[in-house]
């Protein structure tokens, strides 16, 4: 059974960041694809970024150049390093993989 927890989430004032974790158990990060979806208020999930088992990336339009996933495969866990943050990034932020789903980490961006 795969299970994903996050962690880092906060405040923090626009132009900041920050960096999400998750923690990935029930497999191997090099066999599976890891993905940070994000849920703002009123909003569908969107997906911000993921990374492959073979370690292919990918990233929204709207975080290129401002987020970056990586990943440390000894600590099956995957990071999303934030930087640069707008209001607009506000939302809970959410890793999946293989369907499973972790219970998510709230973003909040002040101006």
């Known amino acids: 059974q795969v299970q994903l927890v996050e962690s880092g989430g906060g405040m923090v004032q626009a132009g900041g960041s920050l960096r999400l974790s998750c923690v990935v158990s029930g497999t191997s990060l090099r066999f599976t694809t890891v993905a940070w979806y994000r849920q703002a208020p009123g909003s569908q999930r969107e997906l911000v970024a993921d990374?492959?088992?073979?370690?292919?990336?990918t990233y929204a339009d709207s975080v290129k150049g401002r987020f970056a996933i990586s990943r440390d495969i000894a600590r099956n866990t995957v990071y999303l390093q934030m930087n640069s943050l707008r209001p607009d990034d506000t939302a809970v932020y959410y890793c999946?993989?293989?369907?499973?789903w972790g219970q998510g980490t709230q973003v909040t961006v002040s101006s």
């Open positions: 999946n993989s293989q369907r499973h």
């Open positions: 990374i492959t088992g073979g370690g292919s990336t």
